[in-house]
């Protein structure tokens, strides 16, 4: 199967990454095992959560995404065949946030302990929202992690190119670590913030861009076609609400039409024209079962060709 280096870093991952903030939100421990084994078994290898996942869920305090990964390594063994990724940042309660380096130091020892890990593969920042942090106290907090064998590489997430472009300088003249990618909120439906500076920057630094969202939550299947299907998924239903719009099934009428000649499910065709991007590394998808985790993998078997790409681009524009 495929792999992909992430920016200019030793990591290498089959090019689709699973999405961890379903667990413990959308899905339990028992269906999350399911899918992480269905995931493996399937030659995948990456995985992506947060410390956060899922604080935002009602009963939840974060960490529960972090927690059941964590049994899962220590059940299924499984640890060495995942590239692990997670990040830091947001606001956990309790003044839990930020990204001072005596913060990102703590937050990481409670995700290691909740992971069940002695190493995060790819450690990254969530969102540059600390002014009153410098960038260079954030790297040096991960230069010491590193050091310390406790992350391998670090990414960002969030960020405007202009800010990115800072943290590598900064890196460049301290030696101090580099982010290697960037997490965007990228998709079909969500194009213009990130093709206009984000994508031509990621691509002249040998970034390697990690899309979030890459089915817009859930929009992309093509499960949401008129307000009434939004109490399917109550949970994401707000986030979906902004697409139904005339560009929105635009892009699933022409979604729809690709996966037809295909034999394929729109997901699976809206994850391969991520995949067929300039500078994408691999999209982040979440599967809250292991039906919904095939139409994933499909997508890694689609090769879109010219008049397929230009009827999602002109849809999409």
Not at 83 to 100: E, H, I, N, Q, R
Not at 213 to 226: D, H, M, V
Not at 265 to 276: E, G, I, Y
Request: glycine share 8%.
């Amino acid at each position: 199967m495929e792999r992909r280096k992430v920016g200019g870093s030793e990591l290498e991952v089959v090019p689709l990454a699973l999405g961890g903030n379903v667990f413990g939100w959308t899905i339990d421990e028992a269906a999350s095992f399911r899918v992480l084994d269905g995931f493996v078994a399937a030659g995948l290898n990456f995985i992506d959560t947060a410390d956060v996942y899922s604080r935002w869920a009602p009963g939840n305090r974060g960490g529960e995404s972090e927690t059941i990964l964590g049994k899962w390594f220590k059940a299924s063994g499984k640890r060495d065949q995942v590239v692990l990724a997670t990040k830091v940042g947001m606001d956990m309660g309790d003044g839990k946030v930020g990204l001072s380096k005596s913060y990102i130091l703590r937050a990481a020892e409670d995700s290691l302990r909740r992971l069940q890990t002695d190493r995060i593969d790819l450690y990254q920042t969530h969102k540059d929202q600390d002014p009153e942090t410098p960038q260079q106290e954030t790297l040096e907090a991960y230069d010491q992690l590193i050091k310390e064998g406790k992350v391998r590489v670090i990414g960002a997430s969030n960020f405007t190119a202009e800010r990115l472009a800072e943290a590598l300088k900064i890196a460049a003249d301290t030696g101090l670590p580099r982010y290697q990618c960037l997490q965007p909120h990228y998709n079909l439906v969500e194009r213009a913030d990130f093709e206009a500076e984000l994508g031509p920057f990621c691509l002249k630094e040998n970034i390697g861009v990690i899309p979030y969202y890459s089915l817009a939550s859930g929009f992309l299947t093509g499960k949401y076609r008129r307000e009434d299907d939004l109490s399917k998924s109550p949970a994401r239903s707000t986030n979906v609400k902004k697409y139904l719009n005339d560009r929105g099934f635009r892009v699933l009428d022409a979604l729809d039409q690709v996966a037809s000649g295909l034999k394929a499910k729109p997901a699976s065709v809206a994850l391969a024209w991520l995949l067929a991007r300039p500078g994408v590394t691999a999209p982040i998808a979440g599967a809250n079962s292991v039906e919904q985790l095939d139409d994933l993998v499909q997508a890694l078997s689609i090769k879109l060709d010219a008049e397929a790409m230009k009827l999602l681009d002109d849809a999409s524009a």
